[in-house]
């Protein structure tokens, strides 16, 4: 079983940016992708960014040039870097991990993410 904890969220404003991380602990077998999701008020939850096997990157067509997702493979941690933040970017936002060999999936508890004046 893995665990997946996230840090970073909270409040900003406009233009603003914020450091969102993710430490997967635990039993983790080879990892097939890893990266950030997100689940707005009344909305349906979508995928922000992630990694996928062999290192590609698959970002949502609304962050693109503003989002940046990296990782830190030693310590099983994910990063998505969030620039020029907008109010509808406002969302919670969830780590998730896939497992290669077992198709598990992870969630982490999710972290506030808020932009507002």
Same mark, same amino acid.
């Given at each position: 079983?893995?665990?997946l904890v996230?840090?970073?969220?909270?409040? &900003?404003?406009?233009?603003?940016?914020?450091r969102l991380?993710?430490? #997967?602990?635990?039993?983790?077998? %080879?990892?097939?992708?890893?990266? @950030?999701? %997100?689940?707005?008020?009344?909305?349906?939850?979508?995928?922000?960014?992630? /990694?996928?096997?062999?290192?590609? $990157?698959?970002? #949502?067509?609304?962050?693109?040039?503003? /989002?940046?997702?990296?990782?830190?493979? #030693?310590?099983?941690? &994910?990063?998505?870097?969030?620039?020029?933040?907008?109010?509808?970017? $406002? #969302? &919670?936002?969830?780590?998730?991990l896939k497992?290669?060999?077992?198709? %598990?999936?992870? @969630?982490?508890?999710?972290?506030?993410?808020? &932009?507002?004046?």
């Open positions: 079983q893995a665990q996230e840090s970073g969220g909270g409040l &900003v404003q406009p233009g603003g940016s914020l991380s993710c430490a #997967a602990s635990g039993s983790i077998s %080879r990892i097939n992708t890893m990266g @950030w999701y %997100r689940q707005a008020p009344g909305k349906q939850r979508e995928l922000v960014a992630v /990694f996928n096997t062999g290192g590609n $990157t698959n970002y #949502a067509d609304s962050v693109k040039g503003r /989002f940046t997702i990296s990782r830190d493979n #030693a310590k099983n941690t &994910v990063y998505l870097q969030m620039n020029a933040l907008a109010p509808e970017d $406002t #969302a &919670v936002y969830y780590c998730y497992e290669l060999i077992t198709r %598990r999936e992870y @969630w982490g508890q999710g972290t506030q993410v808020t &932009v507002s004046s």
